[in-house]
Nanobody, 126 residues
Framework: QVRLVQSGGGEVQAGGSLRLSCAAS????????MGWYRQTPGKQRELVAT???????NYQDSVKGRFTVARNGDENKVYLQMNSLKREDTADYYC????????????????????WGQGTQVTVSS
């Protein structure tokens, strides 16, 4: 059984920074794509940032220049460094992983990912 376990998150004032981590455990320890999505009440889950093992990355326009997605050498962990946080970044953040596809483009549906973390709340206050 594969699990994605998230850590980090919490509450921070606008302009501050947070770092999210996600580590995989279980039978599968390598994923072609890992990344982060976020969701607010009443809205669909949206892409934040994803990275594949071929060096491809994708960021939502609103986080470009502020957020950085990174993966470790074993390719079973993913991190999200969030700087210059804004109130509109407040959401539940989820890490996602895919074993087979390398797609990181905007047209990729969140439903296509094989595994999801448990979710972490990020609250940015003014």
């Amino acid at each position: 059984q594969v699990r994605l376990v998230q850590s980090g998150g919490g509450e921070v004032q606008a302009g501050g920074s947070l770092r999210l981590s996600c580590a995989a455990s279980g039978d599968i320890l390598s994923f072609n794509v890992m990344g982060w999505y976020r969701q607010t009440p009443g809205k669909q889950r949206e892409l934040v940032a994803t990275k594949n093992t071929r060096g491809g990355t994708n960021y939502q326009d609103s986080v470009k220049g502020r957020f950085t997605v990174a993966r470790n050498g074993d390719e079973n962990k993913v991190y999200l460094q969030m700087n210059s946080l804004k109130r509109e970044d407040t959401a539940d953040y989820y890490c996602a992983a895919d074993r087979f596809s390398y797609r990181v483009d905007n047209l990729r549906s969140a439903d296509e990912y094989d595994y999801w973390g448990q979710g972490t709340q990020v609250t940015v206050s003014s």
